[in-house]
């Protein structure tokens, strides 16, 4: 079974930095790309960020270019998210989540297939 485990978050103020980490197991396939989304209180889910199989970012939400770098350490079956200049509206719950047809443009997203449990990232002004 995929799992995937997020680690990283916390709390920040703003204008600082944050990086999340997504470690994924149990995949006996390298052909899958991951995205990091996130939700806030009362909001759909938001996708920011999507990395292809090979390990290039394909997919930046507008809000977040320039601020947020998705990349991976294929070796260690890791995902970063590093998150940059962060206000409080960044405050939500962040996920990855991982897919072998995994899609990502404008503000929607497709292919998911395993999803971590999230965690939580706050960020006080």
């Known amino acids: 079974e995929v799992q995937l485990v997020e680690s990283g978050g916390g709390s920040a103020q703003a204008g600082g930095s944050l990086r999340l980490s997504c470690s994924v197991s149990?995949?006996?396939?390298?052909?899958?790309?991951v995205g990091w989304f996130r939700q806030a209180p009362g909001e759909d889910y938001e996708v920011l960020s999507c990395?292809?199989?090979?390990?290039?970012?394909?997919y930046y939400r507008d809000s977040v270019k320039g601020r947020f770098t998705i990349s991976t350490d294929n070796s260690k079956n890791t995902v970063y998210l590093q998150m940059n200049s962060l206000n409080a509206e960044d405050t939500a719950i962040y996920y990855c989540?991982?897919?072998?047809?995994?899609?990502?443009?404008?503000?929607?997203?497709?292919?998911?297939?395993?999803w971590g449990k999230g965690i939580l990232v706050t960020v006080s002004s």
């Open positions: 989540a991982s897919g072998r047809e995994l899609s990502c443009w404008g503000t929607s997203f497709y292919g998911t297939d395993y």
């Open positions: 149990g995949s006996t396939e390298d052909e899958y790309g």
């Open positions: 990395i292809d199989s090979r390990g290039v970012p394909f």
